[in-house]
């Protein structure tokens, strides 16, 4: 065949295989459209898992009637116009492909009216072919209607699912828009029955309550909010305590500037947020929000833009991981930390004793803390029920003081609120633990010589790795030299890990420095041994403790970092609150 150039329809068929692979992706576009107008009410209807109907409607700015042909001309854009509004795009799209792509595979229709017009226009398209603009009645706003979708490309039409697989790729992404944007109401049909309409959430309280909607409401239960700004970055949003940590890596959405990512950067820095706090395994929760200067962020580095590239991302690795793991390092046991979220469910919803009577999941915020104080107050004031109940001093300890020593292995201790319940080894692992790392952050690494220099074969590039970031591997108690292009001698290691295997370390760490640019796997190793140190070093089952022993623990647990969980996530203690104990025995009935 001689050299061609290609048909202006093919072109756009060619690129919707990239940016469209199914309805779902249709919609992912239509609703960022509806965003990036700057909507605050959107609507999206679906038939047949979107293969048969996709409709978006929108309130946002709309289009003139002389840029509609534009809209869905190839490479045409209102978002940006020169390279440098490229390098500080703040708008999701900026590509002008997807209203092509679509409607060269599809039956499409646009309608709009643009601002202050006085009357809407619409344009219709068959696989990509325009018709002219007809006068259509429309609201100020956009509305896109893409019908049977991939018609004309039997072969993508045969990739396509079972219809309630493709509803359900659709709804994860309607789902992802909905908490990227909290200012815009999210309204989803489906085969003309309402799946969600979600109202804007212009507080915390209507955030959450959207959260919680998509994440599920254990989620929130188990969510502390957090919120955190530093050189030019700020980071919010809601992570789960460790205990509610999950099989799967299904319940992590993380936002960079409005726009949902999954970076391996960034994911990385949350999970070392939370390293020590979770079980092998398992994988945390959360919801975050961060925001920083566009211009440090490509986000031209994907068809798709899930993927981005951040211009510095060690500085951004740390802040995200300092900022998780100062927010877990505030789950210490009956602590109240400001950065936690409101009580949920709202006071109003749970009433009376609600917050006390949650133990675990509420102690954090400083809303449930006033609830706590006003129910104690309450308790205090209200005639006792029967003439042996006893209460606690409305200023005793959130852990109370230690009543027994139950089958060697738990402590009952009896707090203003009831009756909490302490698992003493648990609870000892973690006070040991936190003490064993702070006595190593104090005096440092110290390093031991390795006997035997022990030389490893790398790759040159590992090897130039190993060189520029030399300095930070010393202060970790590792000492490397480079033997040869492509080889590193392992001089020393961290004395604790004496008896480590000088290899496999380096090779993690390498493994670290090459994806992320930087490594924390001898801080990992460091306390994974520090952490079975602790464990052996605990306080075991059997051993019977004293009551000024009993009460010891409880003040420790107190004061101590992330003593709500063990070391394994799992809780150190819970609560029975007098309300919980009086249903037990249906009293007051
Ligand atoms: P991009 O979003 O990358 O600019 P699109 O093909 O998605 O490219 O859209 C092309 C243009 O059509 C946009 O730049 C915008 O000006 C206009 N447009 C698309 N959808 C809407 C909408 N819902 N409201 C207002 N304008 C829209
Ligand atoms: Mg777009």
Redesign the pocket.
């Known amino acids: 065949m001689p050299i061609q150039q290609l048909p202006a329809q093919l072109i756009d068929q060619i690129a919707a295989g990239e940016v469209v692979e199914r309805p779902a992706s249709v919609v992912k576009?239509?609703l960022?459209?509806?965003l990036?107008?700057g909507?605050s009410r959107i609507e999206l209807e679906l038939e047949q898992g979107g293969v048969k109907l996709c409709r978006?409607r929108?309130n946002?700015?709309?289009?003139p009637r002389d840029?509609l042909a534009?809209?869905l001309a190839r490479h045409?854009?209102?978002?940006i116009n020169s390279l440098s509004d490229l390098e500080h795009i703040g708008?999701?799209?900026?590509?002008?492909?997807?209203?092509?792509s679509i409607a060269s595979v599809s039956r499409l229709r646009l309608v709009?009216r643009h601002g202050e017009d006085q009357e809407g226009w619409s344009l219709t398209t068959e696989g990509g072919d325009q018709q002219t603009a007809s006068p259509a009645a429309h609201p100020t706003?956009?509305s896109?209607e893409v019908r049977d979708l991939f018609y004309n490309t039997p072969a993508r039409r045969r990739f396509l699912k079972a219809e309630r697989t493709e509803f359900g790729h659709i709804q994860k992404v309607a789902e992802k828009i909905a908490l990227s944007r909290f200012s815009a109401a999210l309204q989803l049909k489906h085969n003309d029955r309402v799946v969600f309409d979600l109202p804007a959430a212009a507080d915390r309280q209507k955030q959450e309550e959207r959260v919680a909607r998509v994440c599920g409401r254990t989620f929130m239960e188990h969510a502390m909010y957090l919120e955190h700004e530093r050189d030019g970055m700020r980071l919010s949003g809601w992570i789960a305590r460790p205990t509610f940590s999950r099989s799967q890596p299904d319940l992590q959405h993380f936002f960079l500037n409005g726009r949902a990512v999954r970076d391996k950067v960034l994911g990385h820095a949350v999970r070392a947020g939370y390293r020590d706090v979770l079980y092998q395994g398992r994988h945390p929760a959360y919801v975050l929000y961060l925001e920083m200067d566009p211009a440090l962020v490509d986000v031209n580095a994907h068809p798709s833009k899930l993927e981005v590239r951040l211009r510095d991302s060690r500085t951004v690795h740390d802040f995200v991981r300092r900022t998780v793991d100062a927010t877990l390092a505030g789950t210490t046991a009956g602590e109240t930390s400001g950065a936690a979220p409101a009580a949920w469910p709202p006071a109003a919803e749970s009433g009376g004793l609600s917050a006390a009577q949650r133990g675990l999941t509420f102690y954090s915020t400083a809303s449930a803390v006033r609830d706590q104080l006003g129910a104690y107050r309450k308790l205090m004031e209200s005639p006792p029920i029967g003439p042996e109940r006893e209460l606690a001093p409305a200023d005793s300890p959130p852990l109370g003081f230690a009543l027994a020593h139950l089958h060697g292995a738990f402590i009952l201790a009896q707090s203003g609120d009831g009756l909490v319940i302490v698992d003493v080894h648990a609870a000892h692992e973690r006070i040991t633990y936190e003490r064993l790392k702070r006595s190593v952050s104090e005096s440092g690494v110290q390093v031991q010589p390795l006997l035997i220099p022990h030389a490893i074969s790398v790759t040159a590039r590992q090897a130039d790795l190993c060189e520029q970031h030399a300095e930070t591997i010393a202060k970790l108690g590792l000492e490397l030299t480079r033997g040869g292009e492509r080889s590193i001698t392992v001089r020393a290691l961290p004395a604790l890990l004496g008896s480590a295997d000088p290899e496999a370390l380096l090779q993690d760490v390498l493994a670290d420095l090459e994806e992320i640019g930087k490594t924390d796997q001898v801080e990992r190793k460091l306390d994974e041994l520090l952490a079975s140190m602790a464990c052996h070093g605990s306080l075991r089952a059997n051993r019977s403790l004293t009551t000024d022993e009993m009460n010891a623990l409880l003040r420790e647990m107190e004061t101590t970092e992330r003593s709500d969980q063990c070391n394994h996530g799992r809780p150190t203690w819970t609560v029975l609150s007098l309300q919980e104990l009086d249903r037990l025995f249906s009293r007051g009935r």
């Open positions: 576009e239509l960022e459209n509806s990036d107008a909507a978006v929108d946002g700015i709309g289009i840029e534009l809209a045409a854009t209102s978002k708008s999701l799209g900026f590509r002008g492909e997807a209203l092509p709009s706003g956009t896109v």
